[in-house]
């Protein structure tokens, strides 16, 4: 297929996420040619609504730089005619196509063109990274953006990403013996190290001269993933440093992504190793605590973490914490008394303003409220609400056996892998197959945000 010519990379900025009733504050559009850039377009847009204070705190848009700003419709023909014969390119690309399109169905006119998503097309040709953000991939690829969160920042980094993303696709780097013919290697690693890497979920190491750990991570395709890594070494210092470092490597096939991901935290936490300092710096200090008071509601606190069972969510410090804490108590509109936010004999001042239903007089009957705090326990630990006990079955590492991954009250024990024929044994008999793991304040995070993802994909089995 042949590469289209003409792009016109687009970010926006706006007053919230839903095209329906917000507005564009902010627009930039570089036109590039597959070459060079030949045209570019940034403005902040008058809204004509007032910008919301998250979304300044966000972007360092306010609405005193925007009232003197265009409206949109001042601006609409310069959009129309700098995207005009080229390719809508964006990342997450619905997202700024809607926007777009809504302001110009206001003006009574259809705007419509071919798109291109940077995200999607990332996920393509970079499989097996953690999150395909904007900003992760910058980070990743080693992609400098001057203004996050500004459009013309965004606009920049989302240019420089997709001309990577095409030379890649030039290259043919989906092919094997292409990619390994332009692959950069570490100059003290064997390239034989590097072929034999399988195309498989597993966690992989990075070694330096004397056999010590520098680096471990986990991938859904181990080789691509290694080779993406020495492709942007170049793009930072750190990144050069590891890869002149790099005297061998190895790898562990897990089949399970879950079981990928759960034995990347568990070997990070043992090992150490000096270029996952993110993952290491992962310290848990502070909980937030849940208990039943003697009228029957649920109430919460925080404090320092300790083995405690009614500890409900683990965070870095208390600040973290309470914040966390108080917005999962004004979304459910819990009490503030409850949540440890206020004090003192009587209503709760959110009760005034009719943002507390009266758990703390009693006028909302304790089995009513506690369903709310249920929910609030689920926000806090990234849906964790099941407290039974369960078996994950995930895929093995052959089709002849399955990855086991066990939760006792909601608690994490461990995981193991059993062939296909021990399948159907009890429930209670696969469960004393699995080796014991403490459960790091992380792990829930973990199994929950992959449950999410892939409920369909995995069963769940009670004992």
């Known amino acids: 297929m042949s590469l289209p010519q003409h792009y016109a990379i687009i970010d926006i900025e706006t007053t919230g996420g839903d095209p329906r009733k917000d507005r564009i504050t902010e627009i930039a559009i570089y036109r590039y040619d597959g070459q060079q850039v030949t045209d570019s377009f940034t403005s902040l847009i008058n809204p004509e609504v007032p910008i919301p204070d998250r979304i300044t705190y966000l972007t ?13 419709y001042e601006v609409a023909r310069q959009i129309v005619e700098i995207t005009e014969g080229s390719i809508f390119v964006a990342h997450n690309a619905r997202f700024d196509y809607g926007f777009i399109q809504k302001e110009f169905r206001s003006l009574g006119y259809t705007f419509s063109r ?12 970079l499989p097996g990274l953690q999150s395909y953000s904007l900003k992760n991939l910058c980070r990743e690829l080693g992609i400098t953006n ?68 520098l680096y471990t991570g986990k991938s859904n395709s181990i080789r691509k993933r290694v ?114 936010m206020e004090a003192g004999p009587g209503r709760c001042f959110h009760h005034q303003l009719h943002l507390c239903r009266g758990a ?5 009957p304790p089995e009513v409220y506690n369903q709310r705090c249920m929910l609030a326990i689920a926000a806090l630990n990234y849906g964790q609400t099941d407290k039974g006990n369960y078996l994950i079955i995930d895929r093995g590492r052959n089709e002849h056996e399955r990855a086991v991954v066990c939760l006792e009250k909601g ?51 009670s004992f």
């Open 146 to 213: 001057e203004a996050s969160h500004r459009a013309f920042g965004d606009a920049k980094a989302t240019l420089v990403l997709l001309q990577q993303l095409l030379q890649q696709q030039e290259t043919g780097l989906d092919n094997l013996s292409l990619e390994m013919a332009s692959a950069k290697i570490p100059p003290n690693l064997p390239r034989s190290k590097v072929e034999a890497l399988p195309d498989a979920i597993g966690v992989y190491y990075f070694y330096d001269q004397h056999g010590n750990v």
């Open 227 to 340: 080779l993406s890594h020495f492709q942007a070494a170049y793009k930072t210092k750190r990144g050069m440093r590891l890869f002149e470092q790099i005297h061998d490597l190895g790898y562990e096939l897990t089949g399970s992504e879950l079981v990928a991901l759960l034995l990347e935290n568990e070997e990070i936490k043992r090992l150490l190793p000096p270029y996952n300092r993110a993952q290491r710096r992962r310290s848990f200090r502070y909980a937030v605590y849940a208990d039943v008071n003697e009228q029957g509601y649920h109430f919460f606190w925080v404090d320092k973490l300790r083995e405690d069972p009614r500890a409900v969510a683990c965070f870095s410090s208390r600040v973290h914490a309470e914040s966390s804490l108080r917005r999962a108590g004004e979304e459910y509109e819990l009490c503030p008394k409850l949540y440890g």
């Open 114 to 125: 071919k798109m291109l998503c940077t995200l999607k097309l990332a996920r393509k040709r």
């Open 60 to 72: 360092g848009i306010d609405n005193d730089m925007v009232k003197d700003a265009p409206r949109f």
């Open 360 to 364: 703390c007089i009693g006028e909302e």
């Open 411 to 461: 608690v994490y024990q461990g995981y193991t892998y059993v062939d296909l024929e021990l399948l159907q044994a009890s429930p209670a008999e696969l469960r004393t197959l699995v080796p014991f793991k403490a459960e790091a304040p992380d792990v829930q995070r973990i199994i929950q945000g992959f449950l999410r993802r892939n409920r369909k994909k995995v069963q769940l089995v």
